[in-house]
């Protein structure tokens, strides 16, 4: 027999056992569904834990995708104006900096771990941010390295977030941050350099005034750049002409470029294209030694009222350089050279002007 103490009653009892002499035992005595809070005699039963193991929503609240991906935001603090050299990190992975009061000068950080990501937001305020490369205020295992290995300044109006990443004892920023316009733009252009724009100012100088930049041209140099000046040259081969008076027949153009009369009394006609503006300097019409004795002329046109003048004239192989009315008006009138009556066996085998533009 086994007895037991009942201590609430201050006596003995009998202990119950079945048949193979094992205690029987009330199970909610000593376990209990579900769990409650403080309770330190009794275990959870069985079928709890089996309820947990299967439907862990059923027992407790699990992390979704979302908050685990933004559960790092929520251990974030913020930055005012000052210095900092040390501000422990440790339990920090956002990190605001808010320069509403103040320039932020940032030069080391305390509670960095091997392959720890700090991630820095810094939101338009009135002062700028600093953040110093190797500042020596700050203990060696607490420095910055800048990407281009100097201070970097955030201006004050600007916003833009960038991080730190904490290896072999430093924390290092992982991007140059262009947030300056001078680290964007050159106001004046620099040979070779790919990696920068031009300033809107420069721009605006070079399209309003060319010559804040470079020297500009002259009206006498712009038409030297192109060839366009000094002294020019027109031609034709005697082939060009054509009969005049009797107007066909009694001419050959030959396959080397002059023309041969075969009939006496002959006048020729050429057109005469030359530049606007362009002043005729000499004009000369070459042949063989038989066609010495014939003359030929210079002729402008009025397109309006078919009124000639002579510009020029003189005999086969003799150039005239007086020049009446020298200057080339392509918008009133037309130019034609004219060989007059030229006998058979004469032979015309060019013309030159000569003119400046």
């Keep these: 027999m086994i007895m037991g103490w009942d201590a609430a009653n201050m006596v003995a009892r009998r202990l119950i056992c079945n048949e193979e002499g094992k205690l029987i035992i009330d199970p909610s005595e000593i376990f209990e569904d579900p769990p409650t809070d403080g309770e330190i005699g009794k275990a959870p039963n ?6 947990h193991e299967h439907d862990t929503g059923g027992v407790a ?10 559960a790092w935001s929520k ?6 104006g000052g210095t900092y050299t040390d501000y422990d990190v440790t339990d ?25 990501r700090l991630y820095l937001f810094k939101k338009p305020a009135t002062y700028n941010i600093w953040i110093y490369h190797e500042n020596g205020y700050a203990l060696e295992n607490n420095r910055i390295h800048t990407t281009n290995c100097d201070t970097q300044i955030v201006v004050s109006y600007l916003s833009c977030h960038f ?13 140059y941050l262009l947030s300056r316009s001078e680290d964007l733009f050159d106001n004046t252009p620099i040979d ?3 990696s920068k724009g031009i300033t809107s100012n420069w721009a605006y100088d070079h399209y309003v005034n060319a010559s804040a930049h470079h020297t500009r041209y002259t009206d006498d140099e712009a038409r030297a750049a192109v060839g366009y000046n000094g002294t020019k040259y027109w031609s034709c081969l005697g082939i060009h002409f054509d009969a005049l008076n009797p107007a ?5 153009k030959t396959n080397t470029g002059y023309l041969w009369i075969t009939a006496d009394d002959l006048s020729i006609v050429a057109h005469v294209s030359l530049p606007h503006g362009a002043d005729v300097t000499s004009v000369v019409v070459n042949g063989n030694a038989a066609s010495e004795s014939h003359t030929w002329s210079l002729i402008r046109i009025n397109a309006v009222n078919k009124t000639s003048a002579t510009m020029a004239g003189d005999d086969v192989n003799t150039a005239d ?13 037309g130019y034609f050279l004219v060989v007059n009556e030229l006998d058979t066996n004469d032979e015309i085998y060019s013309a030159r002007i000569v003119y400046t533009i």
């Design 321 to 333: 350089e007086t020049i009446n009315y020298p200057t080339i008006d392509n918008d009133l009138y």
């Design 75 to 80: 251990r974030y603090a913020t930055l005012t």
């Design 248 to 252: 066909s027949g009694g001419l050959v």
């Design 61 to 70: 609240e699990h992390y979704t995708d979302i908050k685990a991906l933004t």
């Design 92 to 116: 920090i992975d956002f990190l605001i900096l808010d320069a509403s009061d103040g320039n932020i000068y940032l030069k080391g950080l305390a509670g960095g771990g091997e392959n720890k």
């Design 46 to 51: 069985s079928n709890w834990a089996y309820d």
């Design 163 to 175: 991080e730190f990443v904490y290896h072999n004892n430093r924390w290092y920023l992982d991007r």
């Design 192 to 194: 070779s350099r790919l």
